[in-house]
């Protein structure tokens, strides 16, 4: 290993600093010189932007198209909704000037008092408000529904503790919003975004989930029904990866739009909105990787397959660059992405533990000897088994090994989560058990005060009220009160 | 014509309302409820995804990456940077707050006196402030070198005077931000982006430019040499359509970023910055657009092929649709985007001024007759000719047909420009010129001043000293003094 990597620490010892050292080392992010802002820096880019374009994509497919929407917010457009602003205009930066003047002492520059605004703009925390006006032009009759747009944007929320890419208070999301006649497809439309999210997170990012709504304590500001997928992190602590919700009329009541239906009456239109962050990296990022570094589910790795050749002498390097031309044209035939680092200034242990660090899926290393026979190791960065095999074929073997790493990744995942779930029937053995982490299902009355409760006694959250599994009706672990079936507890990023 | 177009100005009568039509008409962007502020649409945002992901394949293939900074800056930041400072601290908006609250008489939500941060933030009206601070920890040694980042970002700068794409408060654009270790580098570097932007608006906007320099007046704040490609509308004037800069050390000097050379010694980073925005959009509407809507360069287009249906019953109907369903299935396996509208709330005359306004490159229309025949109708958007053709091996001849549309439209631009640049050699010719519009290409004899009075008295501005052709001296059209070479004079956007 070389030096650098042994200030990673151990995921045993400090999982907090683990998990932040490992963002700063792997070349992910940073912290910026603006309080809670962070720096997405070109590694952990390449992956967002993977991530960007496999969702996009499943957006597309499902009928959705991209657009998009100023990002200030009149201040007055927040107070329409009455639970959307107590939500949201506790955090966010408001922009009263817009222009700067040379200071009188002439040391730099400051807000120019005469060019204060008139109206305060918010910066978009989420941009329901400043869509629905939008919308109320482009809606005039059920003939112009369903809208179906989704937005790449950035937003900000001025949260007071941050940490990279798990609570930043500017992050980078897509946010869709879609209008539609009739309440039934606007509740379908939000569950099947929930389950594009799911697809995505189990098949791309490698991570199981649980999807369910949320309790009214944890719905989002301004929505009837908050639909979530919640995964399990290593440290035993979920993490909300992705939230649907289906908001009825609330934001079309409150900027007025209405449509003529079919029979020439009007009503108000039926809304949605969904998105997924930047958070999501800190999901991918915890899910999976170890004390060595990241490790990255193969379709979502930037270099799938990173090949160093280990030689003594200019003339043998000569070769071994010969024999490796023809096996990365090759794996880019099949679709791979390849990086073949034969750069001369850095030595082949530094060079395993970097990629090790970076996450790459597949290491190739090939020596004078495997040269002469025809042979190449191959590292699987998940389990880190090596194995030397033949170079014929070696392009399908990798493939293959792809494909397998991508699921082994997942299994393990969820066998850890298999292995982290638990029924609770007491409220002590519920204390007990939180502090050893891990999802909890148990009964809860369905009243918000026994989950303020929990909350306070035990910093759990009811992370959702599971779509699937068992609906057996029981009694409230708290109060004993009735209750319709278990729902799914945590302590939660 | 369906009824909506006739309210399409016609250019020679308002070129200015024709544009505005236009946006709003084919549903490309809109103003928001925020001044300056735009909406944009969906099938605008169809075209600029197209332009971005060409751009961004462009800059990959010449060794960028991307990565994502903060959307704030600190004000400080502004001033380091003397000439920064002056450009761009005039029309900036200004955060100063960071919570609301409901008002005491409950009337809504006030800015929070006690949440007024210490140091104002910025909303980034370009990157370079914060970038170079983030560099600064990125660069120690010139094996840290180049640096070559690009990030796909919204910006923000207070203009007074707004029209959609051509100037917003708000745009999209790319900001690519490079360090290098030598002049030469950097140089090398800033032309090197000239010329992919160039490539770019040649090759798939079809939009000739012309190369060059801006004179220190028009020079990037901040910047030793501004490069820019700049094209001719179709009313004459100049838009300035992407700047390259070679900032030299100014940027490393303010923000204190030296590394060390192989010699041991330190010195100051070089770099250049670069970008292109949504003004591309406003560029590429006014070059090739007409009084019955956009012409879009098939590389560009949304759509590329539309396919309407004329017919008398369902069973009719049928036959089309399954007929046609071959044709698109081989058009798709071609590459091309295709669709067929076969809608029946909307006629065909209807559907044919919609696609027409929306600059789909062709459309293809059968019709009961053509069904017998084994034929169909061919119109080419950008001349508006029709054809009725055998229906065999039609996709390999629309295909054919889009390239040829693409290669026509950007001659005709390209004739257009060629018979309006003037040579002028006196100032009474040349304000007589500038009246009726088009480049002007006249001596000058190199001052500020002499730059400064033309465009007191003419409006017109020196868009370039053109990186190639005449490059004969001459004297001053207005101070009779030795002029290097003639330079491109236009009024511009």
């Known amino acids: 290993m070389a030096t650098e990597l042994k200030d990673l620490t151990k995921r045993s010892e400090n999982y907090s600093q683990w998990y932040n050292d490992l963002v700063v080392k792997a070349d992910l ?12 820096k070109p590694y952990g880019y390449a992956i967002w932007e993977k991530m960007q374009r496999q969702l996009d994509d499943m957006f597309k497919e499902t009928g959705h198209v991209n657009a998009y929407f100023p990002l200030l917010i009149p201040k007055s457009f927040l107070s ?33 008092p005469a060019a204060r605004l008139e109206e305060e703009l918010i910066i978009r925390p989420t941009s329901e408000t400043i869509i629905w006006s939008t919308y109320k032009n482009w809606i005039q009759s059920y003939r112009d529904l369903p809208i179906l747009c989704n937005q790449w944007a950035n937003v900000m ?68 029904e908050t639909y979530t997928i919640e995964a399990l992190m290593q440290d035993g602590k979920a993490l909300q990866s992705g939230t649907s919700h289906f908001l009825g009329q609330n934001f079309a ?12 009456q009007p009503e108000y239109v039926w809304a949605t909105s ?43 390097l000569a070769k071994i660059d ?52 025809n042979t190449i190791e191959v590292m699987r ?26 699921k082994n990744i997942y299994r393990k995942a969820f066998d850890f989560r298999a292995a982290n779930i638990f029924k609770v029937d007491t409220y002590d053995e519920f204390k007990e058990q939180i502090e ?35 609906t057996t009706p029981g009694k409230c672990m708290v109060t004993g009160k009735p209750s319709a079936r278990r729902v799914l507890f945590a302590r939660a990023y």
């Not at 992050?171 to 939000?190: D, K, P, Y």
């Not at 395993?352 to 790459?360: R, S």
């Not at 960065?381 to 090596?386: A, C």
């Open 157 to 224: 929320r001025w949260e007071m503790r941050t940490r990279l890419f798990l609570r930043t208070a500017e992050f980078l999301w897509q946010e869709g919003h879609t209008a539609h006649a009739t309440r039934e497809e606007a509740e379908a439309e939000a569950v099947k975004m929930l389950n594009v999210y799911a697809d995505f997170a189990e098949n791309y990012m490698a991570m199981p989930v649980i999807k369910g709504v949320k309790s009214a304590n944890e719905r989002f500001a301004g929505a009837v």
């Open 253 to 264: 009541k409150a900027f007025d739009v209405q449509f003529v239906n079919k029979d020439n």
């Open 436 to 470: 050893k982490g891990g999802f909890i299902l148990a009964h809860w009355d369905g009243t918000p005060e026994t989950e303020e409760r929990i909350k306070d006694e035990t910093k759990a959250t009811i992370r959702c009220i599971p779509l699937e599994g068992d």
């Open 274 to 316: 969904w998105g997924v962050s930047t958070r999501l990296m800190g999901a991918l990022i915890m899910s999976h990787s170890d004390d060595n570094g990241l490790v990255l589910p193969p379709k979502l790795a930037p270099i799938q397959v990173v090949i160093v050749p280990i030689y003594k002498n200019a003339e043998q």
């Open 381 to 406: 960065r998940d389990t880190l088994e090596k194995e030397t095999r033949t170079c014929d074929n070696i392009e399908q073997y990798v493939k293959e090994l792809l494909a397998d790493i991508q």
């Open 80 to 112: 329409r909704e009455a639970e959307h602003v107590e939500g949201f205009a506790k955090e966010c930066a408001v922009v009263t000037h817009y222009r700067l003047k040379t200071a009188s002492d002439g040391s730099g520059v400051v807000v120019d």
């Open 322 to 373: 010969e024999k490796v031309a023809g096996i990365v044209a090759r794996l880019k035939e099949l679709g791979i992405s390849v990086k073949y680092d034969n750069a001369e200034n850095k030595r082949p242990g530094f060079k395993f533990a970097d990629y090790e660090l970076k996450g790459v899926p597949v290491r190739l290393v090939m020596g004078g000897r495997d040269l002469e026979n």
């Open 29 to 40: 992010a940073e912290q910026s010189a603006v309080r809670g802002c962070m720096v997405i």
